[in-house]
């Protein structure tokens, strides 16, 4: 991979792949807190030309040289092949990312796995699971994860029912409810069942069809159809 940008507790990096869409993967806190997190999804996203992102102050989004780094990396990217469709992903607050993205660059599918609505303790007080991070960010940029075009959300139901609830139901969104899994375990449970590299293929070519059947196979139920918990 060739290393794009490299400021501000940011790293983008590039992977050139075959054809005209360009994913995205916006890397979570990963488990070395002490270290630059590893990039993501490198095996699902294998022969797409992709970027992975990576922030080492954990910030949500909010770091100032989050909008920069993604517009300096799509243009070098495009000064190389030409890029018609994007897609971007992650997990927990990549997957937050992944809707902030939308706010930057005109993506056309998002993935978002456990996505945090917000960990803003103004907008969701009980929220603690990220305060060792969450408390050093100044000011959070957007409050909110953005909702643009056609995204995807996918939330384990055991532990994350607050985050996901809190999302609101509109046109161009569909959300994934999983009850037997909760906000760690999802990504991985997707992978073990095989449908990560098809959900990802199904957003590149832009088959909703394909998509839908894909995650309700693996047991997901569309958040109208499910039984909510009460």
């Known amino acids: 991979m060739e290393p794009l940008w490299e400021r501000g507790?940011?790293?983008?990096?590039?992977?050139?792949?075959?054809?005209?869409?360009?994913?995205?993967?916006?890397?979570?806190?990963?488990?070395?807190?002490?270290?630059?997190?590893?990039?993501?999804?490198?095996?699902?996203?294998?022969?797409?030309?992709?970027?992975?992102?990576m922030d080492e102050g954990r910030s949500w989004a909010s770091g100032?040289?989050?909008?920069?780094g993604l517009v300096a990396a799509l243009a070098a990217v495009r000064a190389r092949q030409p890029v018609n469709r994007i897609v971007s992903l992650g997990v927990s607050m990549g997957g937050?990312?992944?809707?902030?993205?939308s706010d930057v660059l005109r993506i056309d599918a998002t993935l978002a796995f456990s996505p945090q609505f917000s960990v803003d303790p103004a907008v969701m007080p009980g929220e603690t699971r990220w305060r060792d991070w969450t408390s050093r960010i100044p000011a959070f940029r957007p409050v909110c994860a953005p909702l643009q075009g056609w995204a995807c959300l996918f939330h384990g139901m055991q532990d994350d029912a607050t985050q996901a609830?809190?999302?609101?139901?509109?046109?161009?969104?569909?959300q994934f409810l999983f009850a037997d899994q909760g906000h760690s375990s999802l990504a991985p449970y997707l992978r073990a069942r095989g449908v990560m590299r098809g959900l990802i293929e199904a957003a590149v070519a832009g088959d909703?069809?394909?998509?839908?059947?894909i995650a309700t196979s693996a047991g997901g139920r569309l958040r109208a159809k499910a039984q909510l918990p009460r």
């Open 9 to 53: 507790g940011f790293r983008i990096a590039h992977r050139p792949g075959q054809g005209e869409a360009l994913v995205i993967a916006f890397a979570s806190i990963g488990h070395d807190v002490t270290r630059m997190p590893s990039p993501e999804f490198m095996r699902s996203t294998a022969g797409f030309p992709a970027l992975f992102v």
């Open 96 to 101: 937050f990312c992944a809707l902030a993205a």
């Open 64 to 68: 100032a040289d989050f909008a920069p």
């Open 165 to 174: 609830l809190a999302f609101p139901q509109q046109p161009g969104i569909d």
């Open 208 to 213: 909703r069809r394909r998509l839908v059947r």
